[in-house]
């Protein structure tokens, strides 16, 4: 599969490739082309700016010409002014147009327009310069300056200014006497008319050849002007024509080049996006077949898996089935051994017994080691965190374990340091296995010398630590080759261990598998022949002294004088519960009544004074909040303190005291915890006891009496009635369960496992409780038949062990 998926990963990636080399050969090619269209296109618009140019240029010559013509016919000075600015503009624009060509025909056309330009410029100045000639020499006065020349008195006598020095009156008698005598000289002078008009006719006939020639130099000069226009406008319109040829070679080579720019262009990106699809479709063939591949793979994966999952759970129902039903005739065959064991047997019967228990003893052990490793395996089994001494603990269990009669005469120790004195929160039950395991092994592979056990506690973080036990013995001790084997399901380290010592193989690897579910770690130190050390460290929460109330409430014992005349009243459905509290109150000398329900309870508060009343929550008819409810309401029981008991963990103490209720106490409890909430309600003064002595009873690993002994104390006659009413509550709680299972009333059957929690919480039976809490929750899973009948079958085994307890 991890081969497949890389291949698949090289494939893709070899693909992305090829298509990034590929769109990377065609940017460059685009590119160049591109490049190439760019520089074509610049050209084309320097010879369009050229054309633009020279259009401009032939229209300001136009204009030009046209001032010139209308400077001639009238000689307006604004109009020569207009004329040179035009002529300046059109030489600079000449001047720009000579910059943008290369070819030098084309220079030296625009020089030649550049100097008609000049001279154009030149003839008109001077046609200026006649006309202003002309316009300044009058006809009249030539006439009269010829005339003068001829005769004086054509003269004008001129008197203001040859008599300006004079005075007023005297430039007027003078004036006077002046014009009198012009007047007589005219008279006198008419004699020579004649001679005056041939001389007036002769002036103006050499006036009017001289105006004749100038005539003539105007007109030539208008004519050079004119030529001077027409070669202009000839130049120009071969220079235009020249560009446009140009233009147009140029557009046509450049539409050709551009045809096949785009046609190789074209062909690439063609070429480009066949070659993609190309690769794109054998890549794709290829990464289809490989995923085809992966998931028939997978499917193949699925199903092995799948396969592997039903037969884990064939096995571990086979497992289940087959450990169930050898509990029951097995524990029947441990329990019809024991009788016989007391009915006075001879040594040789005694003999066959011993072997037959021993058998016994091998197989439950068996058993159990089994349904243990199937829990484990399917995470079925819990880890409860509870507050425990490790030091007593350690001592309990290492005592316990190793047999009273001890014919190998080792020598035992148990060293704890003084900091593990204390109460701290892990899972005991769970610790004292793997104690018991490790404890055993030592002792089973021990011939001689001796087994240590220690503790100490090392501080971690605030109030967390770190529990390390050690368990050290002198036996045959363990191959360093096999150390890490050992841990395995059914592995021993050879053969002969299985002859010699016995042992299933399951011992280290459940203890393994325990120590990690308790986040810890187990090492091995171990020499062949000279013994094993097995090392476990387990996280834990260390309790403080002051803040426990197990620690405050656990050896609470009451003044007798306090209690006289105190009497209360304990509600709950369940009679083995109701059995137990009346047994635990009684035996602190208060008067206990019992009732099984709200009504019944209202009942006897009508017809008696209490002083208290414990009461169950989940009942029926009248559960516990609408008990309370009604003993509020009524103003004669109002003052009547009541306590809630009950296993609901999803109520507060909030909503309890919101509802009435005085306090609060969680099924299972231990009795100091009922005894504690009793004296702190009715304000009775309590005493401490001493602390009672290490019992030496053996462990119990399917159910523990040491709590509800706690509520009897010695007295075995309480305890069998407890045993008794649980006994017979039990099983009518089983055909209770058995009639709603063929009802399918499955909230019928939630409501009855919800009841017999608590004192099977009580009695420590950590392979039911799980099962019941399923059942209460109404887990799919717990209502399989198979479940049911598993559960029932372990019910029952109980119930036998604790009839064995009460006959004995």
Known sequence: ????????????IVGYLLVAALAAAAVWFTYSQVVKFST?????????QQLVLVSEIATELIETENIGRRFIQTGDTTDLNRYTDQIENVQTSLDTLRGMYEDTTMKIELDSISTLL?????????????????????????VIRELEKVDPSFNP???????????????????????FNNQEGQRISTVSADSLIRAVRTVLSELERENQQFREVINRKENELLLNDMVLNEQLRNLLRVVENEEREISVARVENSEVMLKEISSIIIGVGAASILIILIFLFLIVKDISRSQRYRMQLEEAKSFTEELMHRREQFIATITHDLRTPLTTVMGYTELMGKSGLNEKQGHYLSHLKKSSEYILHLVNDLLDLSKLEAGKMLIENLPFNPKNLLEDTFYNTIPENDKKNLRLEVIASPETDCKVVSDPFRIKQILSNLISNSYKFTEKGEIVASISMKKKIEDNYILTISIRDTGIGINESKQEEIFEEFSQEHGEIEKKYGGTGLGLAITKRITSLLQGKIELKSKQ????????????????EDSSKEQKTQDVKFAKQNLKGKSILVVDDESSQLALSKELIKSTGMICHTASNGEEALQKLENHTYHLVLTDIQMPKMDGFALVKAIKGNKELAHIPV???????????????EAGFSGNILKP??????????????????ARKNKPSKSNSPAQTEYSLEEISLFTGEDQVALDTILTAFIESTRQNVKEIERSIDDNDQERVAQIAHRMLPMFKQMKARDIVPKLQDLEKKEPHAFIPHQIKMLLEEIEVLLFQLQKEVKA
């Open 118 to 142: 000049s001279k154009k410029s030149e003839n008109l100045r001077e046609l200026l310069d006649l006309r202003t000639k002309d316009r300044n020499t009058s006809y009249y006065r030539e």
């Open 643 to 657: 306590i809630a008991i009950s296993g609901q963990t999803n109520v507060t103490a909030e909503k309890y005291t």
């Open 529 to 544: 022949g000279e013994g094993s050390e097995f090392i476990i460290k387990i996280p834990v929460k260390k309790l403080p």
């Open 669 to 686: 409890y231990k009795p100091a915890t009922l005894l504690y909430k009793i004296g702190q309600i009715l304000k009775i003064e309590f």
């Open 1 to 12: 599969m991890k081969n497949s998926r890389r291949s698949i990963t090289v494939k893709v």
């Open 40 to 48: 074509l296109t610049q050209t084309n618009n320097l010879n369009s």
């Open 157 to 179: 006598p001129n008197y203001d200014r040859r008599f300006a020095k004079l005075e007023p009156h005297q430039r007027k008698v003078i004036i006077q006497l002046l014009e």
